[in-house]
């Protein structure tokens, strides 16, 4: 029988109903005997209240400090803690446990044995950003949480890596728990990227962002994964222990077995001989371990645990030195992952690793393992600053990123871990490269479009033509990926902007065919509708309209979005739109007409648009 209290909790709009088919599921498991299921619930509206209402919906940092209440009294009793989170309940959960670090309750969080989140929007939900805002959720004190590149969230993430994560202990500020970490496999509403962040080891399990919870649907693993995490981290008597340790080892072959035997002192007496023999297997025996970043990384951790922070770092830098120099791809990977793990269980000890000067001896591999996101924020600047020179160049001289300063760089952008500066040196180094080369490696669409958006604004027809074509030539994966809602409605107007007139672009034209519009999301089409009636200062109706408009419209249309999308359109245009007496409203006319080609509500809001466009602009 297993003593424990699994605690669920839900994300935003949802409540602790969401958890009933899979707690019903654990419930009657014969091997989870014992486990009760305690939901923690939190008010999540889905509209934001009045502006003078008497009450508010409780933000991350009420909701968190709730848990921390719940958890000393309503669970005072219970000796072991395991938490499963869906959505923004992974994000109410490390705010928790960052705000029980920053009071110094770290030692309070030991009975907390395991934790598993699903769908959490580690780096904020891209996909509803538009809709949030299209839809007026600006004062809800929940959403704002969820935008993309969130500084309290981010803050917030890599306290939990740093001090929860990888922590080497247990004490007041650090308390070491394993997270185990999910996306869903067709998750649309967040992302993989955004819902692995920089967690070591995350994977995926079957479902969109809801399907994820519903054991009923195809493919569905989540309830099975819990209770495996739960079977797998609950604390185990001796004789389990026993029975256990040498089943780890089973898995890995030749000298990984003897480093994993079942006594932590199996590793040799003497370190630095040890450390020696095993940087010598892992650079030149390729069958020492399967080509498995499991494996690797388990045994990194436990020469982590065994071994003096002097004696590692000779070890990484012999890693890096193998790196840098011409090995085996299946080398490669395992250096790195072995490396990587290296670095995160040291952690907050890395300062003592003489990283700088192992970045001066073995520049290009010492960048290789550095670029890990859970690690780069840890390294000291002038190890960091190093890195960058190895893989782009000199400051004031970058070269074009080449396809493995893409790999390594890409995700350390997409998880905001580096400085202002840092990021300029790289966006220059990405500009100078390809976008086909960027999209190759790993760099994202969000990435990329700053970039488009000064091609397309630069009236140029080959370098308008050139972008137009790339964005057509994209695999629907990545075209699709969600964007800033800023950035998506700037790509709406200058592709617009571009492919309307006497003299359009050829490139930007065939991007607004309606294989590719139709798939935009509602802040590209109102971006797109915006440049369609007026010209790109804004202040001006065009005579006439875009061609373009109608696409635009019918797409609006067969989102069922097209009255929040005018409303968009309008609101935007009532900041810049300037009053001519007497002047020429074609674009309104045009809007009209296309009015008449719908019926019922949208004919209505089309009307009402066209109407305001020519009192807006004429004072008619």
């Given at each position: ?248 080892s089973d898995t890995l072959s030749g000298s990984a077995s003897v480093l994993l035997a079942t006594e932590p002192t199996a590793l040799p007496s003497d370190g630095l001989g040890a450390l020696r023999a095993l940087a010598r297997d892992l650079i030149t025996d390729v069958d020492m371990l399967a080509d498995s970043q499991s494996e690797a990384e388990i045994l990194a951790r436990h020469v982590a645990e065994e071994h003096e922070d002097a004696d590692l770092s000779s070890l990484l830098r012999q890693m890096a030195t193998a790196l840098g120099g011409d090995t085996g791809q299946v080398i490669r990977r395992r250096l790195m992952w072995f490396g990587r793990q290296l670095l995160r269980s040291a952690d907050a000890q890395l ?270």
């Amino acid at each position: 029988m297993i003593n424990t209290t699994l605690v669920t909790i839900h994300g935003f709009w949802s409540s602790p109903t969401t958890w009933e088919q899979l707690s019903e599921i654990w419930n009657t498991d014969e091997q989870l005997q014992g486990v009760r299921i305690h939901p923690f619930g939190y008010s999540s509206p889905k509209r934001p209240r009045l502006p003078f209402s008497v009450t508010r919906i409780p933000d991350y940092d009420d909701i968190a400090q709730t848990l921390a209440t719940e958890y000393m009294v309503a669970l005072a009793g219970a000796a072991d803690v395991a938490i499963v989170t869906h959505s923004q309940g992974g994000l109410i959960l490390q705010r928790f446990l960052t705000w029980m670090l920053q009071q110094g309750r770290g030692r309070e969080l030991a009975r907390i044995r395991t934790i598993v989140m699903l769908a959490c929007p580690n780096g904020g939900s891209e996909y509803l950003q538009s809709i949030r805002h299209i839809l007026r959720f600006g004062r809800h004190a929940q959403a704002g949480s969820l935008e993309v590149l969130s500084k309290p969230v981010a803050d917030t993430h890599r306290t939990v890596l740093q001090r929860i994560v990888n922590a080497t202990g247990v004490d007041e500020h650090q308390c070491r728990i394993p997270f185990h970490v999910y996306a869903g496999s067709s998750d649309k509403v967040v992302t993989a990227a955004s819902a692995q962040g920089a967690f070591p080891g995350a994977s995926v399990l079957a479902g969109n962002h809801f399907s994820i919870l519903d054991p009923t649907s195809p493919g569905n693993l989540t309830a099975e994964t819990v209770k495996h995490h739960l079977l797998s981290d609950l604390p185990a008597g001796p004789a389990q222990f026993s029975r256990q340790i040498p089943a780890a080892s089973d898995t890995l072959s030749g000298s990984a077995s003897v480093l994993l035997a079942t006594e932590p002192t199996a590793l040799p007496s003497d370190g630095l001989g040890a450390l020696r023999a095993l940087a010598r297997d892992l650079i030149t025996d390729v069958d020492m371990l399967a080509d498995s970043q499991s494996e690797a990384e388990i045994l990194a951790r436990h020469v982590a645990e065994e071994h003096e922070d002097a004696d590692l770092s000779s070890l990484l830098r012999q890693m890096a030195t193998a790196l840098g120099g011409d090995t085996g791809q299946v080398i490669r990977r395992r250096l790195m992952w072995f490396g990587r793990q290296l670095l995160r269980s040291a952690d907050a000890q890395l300062t003592g690793w003489s990283l700088e000067e192992s970045v001066k001896a073995a520049p290009q591999g010492m960048a290789v393992l550095l670029t890990d996101p859970a690690v780069w924020a840890s390294c000291p600047a002038g190890a960091r600053r190093r890195c960058l020179t190895a893989l782009l160049g000199p400051p004031d001289n970058p070269n074009a990123a080449k396809p493995l300063a893409i790999q390594l760089l890409a995700p350390l952008l997409r998880a905001g871990v580096v400085s202002g500066d840092e990021a300029a040196r790289v966006q220059a180094s990405f500009d100078l490269a390809t976008l086909d080369q960027l999209i190759a490696n790993g760099a994202t669409f969000d990435m990329l479009v700053p970039r488009i958006l000064t091609e397309l604004d630069s009236h140029v027809f080959v370098r308008q033509n050139t972008v137009a074509w790339f964005l057509c030539d994209l695999s629907p994966a990545v075209r699709d990926q969600p964007l800033e809602q800023e950035l998506d409605f700037s790509l709406g107007a200058k592709l617009t902007d571009a492919a309307t007139g006497v003299n359009p672009s050829y490139g930007a034209r065939d991007a607004m065919a309606w294989k590719y519009v139709s798939t935009w999301p509602p802040a590209r089409i109102a971006g797109g509708i915006w440049a369609a009636v007026s010209y790109v200062d804004g202040q001006h109706l065009r005579t006439p309209a875009s061609e373009h408009l109608s696409t635009l419209i019918a797409a609006a249309h067969g989102k069922d979005l097209l009255r929040e999308i005018l409303e968009f359109v309008r609101y935007s245009l009532d900041q810049s739109l300037e009053r001519i007496s007497g002047g020429l409203a074609q674009a309104s006319d045009d809007v009209l007409k296309l009015a008449g080609e719908y019926t019922g509500s949208d004919q209505q809001h089309l009307t009402s648009f066209g109407d305001w466009l020519r009192s807006r602009y004429t004072g008619e």
